[in-house]
């Protein structure tokens, strides 16, 4: 009678480990993603670092932004996200911070033609990532690290008025490996000195964290208003 519980067991966890796997397939496995609408600060100065007609520049900026969502998980799908592994239903709530630093070179005159110009850059960005994530179930994770990236923008100005230029910039960050982000800004930029703007509008930033299909990964969508100090020279 032993031995025949003993083979039982073993079929029974045999078929569970089988039903887990199958769970747990790619198909099944999603992320933890979702939107929110924060206010983004940041710094930025700008210098030349060559003469001539057309100077090379060298950016600095500092960003930083948050995003708190909640995400819920279907009955049959799966989340394998670090240390925790688990299958809905249930939901997960995120509370992140990212912090980009971005230096590069490049020219704000790429193209001009009238009052309308364009910009391009392109170096390095480093981002901090802090992200709290816990499971309705109980379990969390809280994840932090830091990321290098290559890192480019492109833009496009108006200039309005002598004091006020409109401006539409579109920056990415791309670490093949485990990160990629997109920054659009559409943006109004006010000079309040001769070395100042203000600058503040709309921007989306999309953040995507993670190791590919085969495990969850963590999407943030964070819409809403800006509003950055810049120091050009």
Aim: proline content about 3%.
């Amino acid at each position: 009678m032993t031995t025949q519980l003993r083979c039982l067991f073993k079929l029974s966890a045999g078929i569970a480990i089988l039903l887990i796997l199958s769970a747990c397939t790619s198909s099944n496995i999603i992320n933890i993603e979702g939107r929110d609408n924060d206010v983004l600060y940041g710094l930025q100065t700008s210098f030349p670092v060559s003469e001539g007609e057309n100077p090379v520049y060298f950016k600095l900026q500092s960003l930083k932004t948050s995003a708190d969502f909640s995400h819920r998980i279907p009955d049959g799908k799966f989340i394998d996200f670090e240390n925790i592994q688990l299958s809905g239903p249930d939901s997960v709530s995120v509370e992140s911070d990212i912090r980009t630093t971005a230096a590069s070179f490049g020219t704000f005159e790429l193209m001009t033609m009238n009052d309308f110009s364009s910009s391009f850059f392109i170096g390095f960005s480093h981002t901090e990532l802090d992200a709290e994530i816990a499971f309705l179930s109980g379990s969390a994770v809280n994840k932090r690290d830091q990321i290098n990236e290559l890192y480019f923008d492109v833009g496009f100005w108006y200039q309005a008025i002598e004091e006020l230029k409109l401006g539409f910039v579109m920056a990415f960050g791309i670490n093949g490996n485990i990160s990629t982000y997109s920054d659009i800004q559409l943006s109004l930029n006010y000079k309040l000195l001769p070395h100042m703007e203000l600058v503040a509008g709309f921007r989306d930033f999309y953040y995507y964290y993670g190791e590919g299909d085969s495990t969850s990964n963590l999407i943030i969508d964070s819409r809403g208003p800006f509003m950055v100090l810049n120091f050009p020279f």
